[in-house]
């Protein structure tokens, strides 16, 4: 098994993106036709190796995705001395057991990824050792006071008090204190911290969620032999994990993304006569915000052939064109679709009516500021669209006129989202970068073509 030799292959084609940005445009599209699969889901991936790392004995971790945001979290892990690599088809993590990592040599370097940093400064908190973190551009503008918080007060310390964005550096504790900690803002990032933090600490450490946001990291550390409960109380619930944790390592098969899926659903949904079907995709009930609204829109959007695949539910998703019509979409659906957002309004000028898409706050602190950029590349390509303070309006005309030039920011979301609207508008959609397509879905392009997608590298 060959695991630095691994990584360097892997690293050669993720080089930095800010030197070499590559326009790309999509066109209009004849109908998007065909079965396929889309890459492992992102967040399940990046649990998957940390939890292997802080596991006793190997995971081995089926359909992880292989893009750049999870392999700087193997990277990490690798570098805290639990090495992974792949073997055949199948990734492995010798794990360390909970408590059991070492001090990396070097920086830690997360690239674009917020679920790999945030995840990681749980990790570290319980570790007596020193690390220093850091991250591309976009990464080093978001906020890491959220998680840094409660962790502070479990005994993480910061070298860098006050100071809310990398890069930091960290000092853990062999001696974190439990807390009870009431989410300040619905982030699955902000709890699944504190309760990774919470596997190394003296007791019982509680989060306490008012809105459900994603729970793999609940799913999965019971899979890996943790003790977590979720309690609802009245509105809230209390997810509680318990401490001196002792995780085994397990095998893992990682459902479809359905962040991923949502470009081809939207997609198959504006191309006249379209008709995909996207096997294996994720449904678990916190990340199919999305699906519900383009039903409610009229999609037709069928979750086929629903199972279990290793204690997530997952279908094949049919998507068939339909005639779209202008939804409210309520604040509290915004967690189990916060990252689909700048697709759902791309596609929602294709829509009759008004699209309102309410509660949004924590799409400005996302790759980019996605509720500017959205809005922004909506209005370059000729739709209406306005911003209230949290809320996103697109008024629906039936299309998009297109021939407009889309500032994606570093953002992956942004690029995709607009690449999938110029598959139906009237002038071709460009956006400025495509590279950083690479850090959840290296795939579209081919993918998206497979169906009978058309972009073309944009010549300017
Ligand atoms: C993620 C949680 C979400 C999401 C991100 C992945 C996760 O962020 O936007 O892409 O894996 O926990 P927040 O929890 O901060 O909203």
């Known amino acids: 098994?060959?695991?630095?030799?691994?990584?360097?292959?892997?690293?050669?084609?993720?080089?930095?993106?800010?030197?070499?940005?590559?326009?790309?445009?999509?066109?209009?599209?004849?109908?998007?036709?065909?079965?396929?699969?889309?890459?492992?889901?992102?967040?399940?991936?990046?649990?998957?190796?940390?939890?292997?790392?802080?596991?006793?004995?190997?995971?081995?971790?089926?359909?992880?995705?292989?893009?750049?945001?999870?392999?700087?979290?193997?990277?990490?892990?690798?570098?805290?001395?639990?090495?992974?690599?792949?073997r055949g088809d199948v990734w492995e993590v010798k794990g360390r057991g909970v408590g059991g990592l070492r001090q990396p040599q070097g920086t830690l370097d997360f690239g674009n990824s917020g679920t790999g940093t945030r995840l990681m400064m749980g990790v570290v908190a319980g570790h007596p050792m020193t690390v220093a973190m850091t991250g591309d551009a976009s990464l080093s503008r978001r906020p890491m006071r959220r998680v840094l918080a409660p962790l502070l007060e479990m005994g993480l310390e910061v070298l860098e008090p006050g100071k809310d964005t990398l890069p930091l550096t960290l000092r853990g504790t062999t001696e974190l204190m439990p807390i009870v900690y009431r989410l300040p803002v619905p982030s699955a990032q902000v709890k699944s911290a504190v309760l990774i933090a919470g596997l190394h600490a003296a007791g019982k450490t509680t989060v306490i969620e008012r809105e459900a946001t994603r729970d793999h990291t609940e799913r999965m550390l019971r899979h890996f032999g943790a003790t977590v409960v979720a309690e609802a109380k009245g509105e809230e619930t209390h997810i509680s994990v318990d401490g001196d944790a002792e995780l085994s390592g397990k095998d893992i098969v990682v459902p479809g993304d359905p962040s991923s899926a949502a470009f081809l659903a939207a997609a198959a949904l504006i191309v006249p006569d379209s008709d995909v079907t996207i096997e294996g995709v994720l449904i678990n009930p916190t990340r199919t915000g999305l699906y519900a609204t383009l039903q409610e829109m009229g999609g037709d959007v069928v979750f086929e052939n629903v199972r279990d695949e290793g204690g997530e539910p997952v279908a094949d998703i049919r998507v068939r064109a339909s005639r779209l019509k202008g939804v409210r979409v309520p604040a509290a659906r915004a967690p189990s679709m916060i990252d689909e957002y700048p697709v759902l309004a791309a596609i929602s000028a294709f829509a009759e009516?008004?699209?309102r898409m309410d509660g949004l706050a924590e799409l400005k602190v996302k790759e980019s500021d996605r509720l500017q950029a959205t809005a922004a590349g909506l209005a370059a390509n000729g739709a209406t669209v306005r911003v209230e303070a949290d809320t996103l309006i697109v008024e629906g005309a039936g299309g998009l006129k297109g021939a407009g030039i889309v500032a994606t920011h570093l953002d992956h979301r942004i690029a995709m989202a607009f690449l999938t609207a110029g598959l139906a508008s009237d002038a071709p959609v460009i956006v400025d970068d495509s590279t950083m397509i690479a850090t959840s879905f290296p795939e579209f392009r081919p993918i998206m073509e497979r169906l009978g997608a058309r972009f073309e590298e944009d010549q300017r």
Not at 3 to 28: E, I, N, W
Not at 53 to 59: D, E, P, V
């Open 1 to 86: 098994m060959t695991y630095a030799t691994d990584f360097q292959q892997l690293g050669t084609s993720q080089l930095k993106h800010v030197s070499t940005q590559k326009p790309l445009s999509a066109r209009k599209a004849g109908p998007l036709k065909g079965r396929v699969r889309v890459p492992g889901d992102k967040s399940i991936s990046h649990r998957a190796l940390i939890f292997g790392a802080l596991a006793t004995g190997t995971t081995r971790i089926r359909g992880l995705l292989e893009a750049e945001d999870v392999i700087n979290t193997a990277k990490a892990v690798t570098a805290l001395g639990a090495p992974a690599g792949k």
């Open 353 to 355: 009516g008004q699209t």
